[in-house]
Nanobody, 121 residues
Framework: QVQLVESGGGLVQPGGSLRLSCVAS????????MNWYRQAPGNERELVAG???????NYADSVKDRFIISRDNAKKTAYLQMNALKSEDTAVYYC???????????????WGQGTQVTVSS
């Protein structure tokens, strides 16, 4: 089994910063693309940023130039540095990863439980 655990959420004032972490553990042979999604109340879950195993990144237009995604493969961890936070960034942030549990095995998606980010004065 594979687990993803997010941390780093909390309450921050507009213009502030937070750094989210997502640690993967369990029966892991290889981790492919890692993504951060978010879901605000009443909204659908949306992709915020993604990073491939070769460090190619992509971002939602709403967070470009403010958020930075990175990963440490040795630690099986992805990060999301969030700067210049706005009230509209308030949401539950979820980590998602494509994982192989054995060599030549199928890729399967896994999700974390989410971490709440609230941007408010």
């Amino acid at each position: 089994q594979v687990q993803l655990v997010e941390s780093g959420g909390g309450l921050v004032q507009p213009g502030g910063s937070l750094r989210l972490s997502c640690v993967a553990s369990g029966n892991i042979f290889h981790i492919g693309t890692m993504n951060w999604y978010r879901q605000a109340p009443g909204n659908e879950r949306e992709l915020v940023a993604g990073i491939s195993s070769s460090d190619d990144t992509n971002y939602a237009d709403s967070v470009k130039d403010r958020f930075i995604i990175s990963r440490d493969n040795a630690k099986k961890t992805a990060y999301l540095q969030m700067n210049a936070l706005k009230s509209e960034d308030t949401a539950v942030y979820y980590c998602n990863a494509a994982v192989q549990t054995r060599s030549w095995g199928a890729w399967s998606p896994y999700w974390g439980q989410g971490t709440q980010v609230t941007v408010s004065s």
